[in-house]
């Protein structure tokens, strides 16, 4: 019993470490305001657009990315 509750909990400690590790960061804009935010899940609406050719693993290289896309840079 003890080995089957070890084997539980390596299982799930590993799956959520996995689950962790495929979070992805998308720029988009808002397409009325024109205003440029990171988000985490794929734009499903018509309100806002991706913008940028890619995903980022990151948070930290999102921002750095939305630096570099023309849209957004502010005036």
């Not at 390596?10 to 799956?15: E, I, K, Q, W």
């Amino acid at each position: 019993m003890t080995r089957f509750a070890l084997a539980a909990a390596l299982a799930a400690a590993v799956a959520g470490t996995a689950y962790a590790q495929t979070v992805e960061y998308y720029v988009v804009q808002d397409t009325s305001t024109k205003k440029c935010t990171i988000v985490d899940k794929k734009p499903t609406t018509t309100t806002v657009t991706q913008v940028g050719p890619v995903t980022f693993k990151t948070r930290q290289e999102a921002e750095s990315g939305m630096k570099t896309i023309k849209v957004c840079e502010t005036k």
